[in-house]
């Protein structure tokens, strides 16, 4: 069975400091033609940060898209500082958002975050050996971020509490569950 689409026009509708938007006009495998809005954005990164008496580094931060604040695990996008590397963007983000760097810093796993609209493609990585930075890089001017530490059984129930609904913060606490299992 063919599944591939062929685009037959493009048009960039939408340049932002985050994200592009793009409408595609298409013909599907089965020969109807078709509009597709995709939302380009920059490769990203977030890290499940562990401390040495084993709690997660949370960040609460306003999220515009929903008129909230959530909290999540520290997360950014790679930009030209990074040159496409997102181990560097991981160490950076960590230093920028918690001011910690890793001795151990290990990649969990990459996805696509919203792969009906979206192109963001995000790799989560397990820091531990956390220690403060000797050197702070400076934060994102509109970042508004307050850290908490918060244990596994704690994080659990704030899952099942709809305290935290953000999804990469949700994959990293059931992976941090499945290391506790597998010990």
């Known amino acids: ?33 078709a509009q597709r809005e995709i939302v380009h954005h920059a490769p990203a990164i977030a890290i499940l940060a562990l401390t040495d008496d084993n709690k997660m580094i949370l960040e609460k931060q306003w999220r515009a898209p929903i008129a909230n ?7 950014g996008k790679l930009d030209q500082r990074d040159a496409d590397n997102a181990v560097h ?5 960590l230093n920028e958002e918690t001011r ?13 975050t919203s792969i009906g609209c979206m192109d963001e493609y995000m790799t989560i990585y397990l820091a531990t050996g956390l220690k403060r ?39 990293a606490i059931y992976y941090w569950q499945g290391m506790k299992i597998r010990g």
């Open 133 to 171: 930075v000797t050197h702070e890089l400076p934060q994102d001017q509109d970042e508004n971020l307050a850290l908490y530490e918060i244990t596994l059984p704690k994080a659990l129930e704030m899952i099942e509490l709809g305290k935290i609904e953000d999804a990469k913060t949700i994959m």
């Open 1 to 33: 069975m063919e599944f591939a689409e062929r685009p037959i026009s493009s048009k960039t509708v939408f340049h932002g400091h985050l994200i592009d938007v793009e409408v595609q006009q298409v013909i599907t495998p089965s020969g109807k033609k």
């Open 89 to 93: 963007a991981a160490k950076r983000e």
């Open 100 to 112: 910690y760097e890793a001795t151990n810093l290990k990649k969990i796993s990459s996805f696509y």
């Open 69 to 75: 604040t959530t909290l999540e695990i520290p997360a």
